[in-house]
Structure formats: structure tokens, C-alpha cells
């Protein structure tokens, strides 16, 4: 999760104690009316330069502390997917072609999205854990390979590996959204069934389509 933090500029500051300074060294302040016009300089300096230097900006990421659910072997796969979610960030930061830092995000929101599915559903264990067992370790294994032999001297062997680690992201990728939609075969299946019983209520009592009848 990313938070910004302003930094405002001081040069607001410096222009309101000029403001001051040079009216306290060159102009008369012992009546009220002197304070006054003083204080109304001096805010007038502040908010204009506030205006013409707004300060900066800066996205820093802020790690949320890991779900839990009570049970030690789902928490022990929640452990994982946040470690597999950090190491995906810094990899993100790293690879320097923008198409592949595209396809790390959507690899990364996935991969966060799988395993947090299992607060709600302990029935997907099995399903994550082979998720965790094969196919994420090995995205790491290539996606770490590319971030490294990113930085190698350009040549035949270096420059196949990146194309065929390239071409592979986006089966990877839709992979990972499949995984993702199979964890909800089967609150489909009862979701399903409970319109099949709904629907044959309804029936049953006359409550359904020109059955109705008041």
C-alpha cells in the first residue's frame, strides 16, 4: 500500500521573516496600525509563496501487518504470499523494461488476491498451497533471472533468455488469473444449488413467473 507525504517548502517561512525583518529595520512599529499592516505583509508573503512553491511530494510504501486468521497453516501461507508480494515490489522497482514491470503489477496483485483468499474460504487451501508449492517459486525463479541478466552486457545467450522470460509473462500472467477465478468454483457451485432450492420454492408455492398469484 503506497501513502503520500508532503513536504512543504521553507521558502514561505523565509519570505514572511524577511517581510519582518526588513519593516523592523527600516520602518516605524509602536502603534497598533504598524503591527497590523506588519502582520497582513507578512501573511501576504507567506500564502503567495506558498502558492508559487508548494513543496514536494513523495509515495513511499507502507507494509500493513499480515492477516490472520487463527489457524498456524493458513497464517503460515499468509506469511508467504506477503513475503512473495514484497520480493514482487522490489523486483517491479528493478526490471527496467516497462512492459515487464506491467505484467510484475498484475502478477503481483494476483498473487495478493490468491492468497488472501483463504481468510474467507479455508476451503482453497489446497488449491493455494499447490499455487505456493510450484508455479509462484518458479516466477520468482525467472522473474529474479531476468532482473539479473538485465544488468549482464548484451549478447546472443543474454538476449534469448530475456525474449523467452519476456513471452512467457503473459502466459504466466493468465495463468495466475485462471488460478484466481478457480477459487470461486466452489461458492459458485453453492451458490448454484441455493437458486436451484429458491427457485423450486417458489414454484411450489405459485410464487414463480405466471404461477403468481395474489
Known amino acids: ?21 526588513i519593516w ?9 496600525w504598524h503591527f497590523a499592516a506588519l502582520i497582513a505583509l507578512a501573511a501576504g508573503a507567506f500564502f503567495g509563496l506558498r502558492a508559487l512553491f508548494p513543496g514536494t ?15 498456524p ?39 495478493d488476491k490468491i492468497f488472501k483468499d483463504i481468510v474467507d474460504d479455508p476451503k482453497d487451501v489446497p488449491q493455494v ?9 518458479t516466477t520468482m525463479k525467472l522473474l529474479n533471472a531476468y532482473d539479473r541478466m538485465s544488468g549482464q552486457a548484451p549478447g ?28 470461486f468454483a466452489n461458492e459458485a457451485l453453492d451458490i448454484e444449488t441455493d437458486i436451484t432450492v429458491l427457485e423450486a420454492m417458489l414454484k411450489r408455492e405459485g410464487l414463480s413467473g405466471t404461477d403468481f398469484k395474489i
Open 1 to 21: 500500500m503506497k501513502k503520500t507525504i508532503r513536504h512543504p517548502s521553507a521558502i514561505p517561512l523565509y519570505g514572511a521573516a524577511a517581510v519582518w525583518l
Open 24 to 32: 523592523c529595520l527600516f520602518l516605524p512599529l509602536y502603534r497598533l
Open 57 to 71: 511530494t513523495e509515495e513511499i510504501e507502507v507494509k500493513l501487518p499480515p492477516a490472520t486468521t487463527g489457524d
Open 73 to 111: 497453516e493458513r497464517d503460515r501461507l499468509l506469511e508467504e504470499g506477503q513475503k512473495a508480494v514484497e520480493e514482487l515490489t522490489r523486483l517491479r522497482g528493478t526490471i527496467p523494461d516497462p512492459t515487464v514491470q506491467s505484467r510484475v503489477d498484475e502478477l503481483r496483485d494476483l498473487t
Open 129 to 137: 498451497k499447490r499455487f505456493a508449492g510450484y508455479y509462484l517459486p
Open 156 to 183: 546472443e545467450n543474454v538476449s534469448a533468455t530475456l525474449k523467452r522470460i519476456e513471452d512467457i509473462l503473459d502466459t504466466t500472467v493468465a495463468a495466475y488469473r485462471k488460478q484466481y477465478d478457480a477459487l
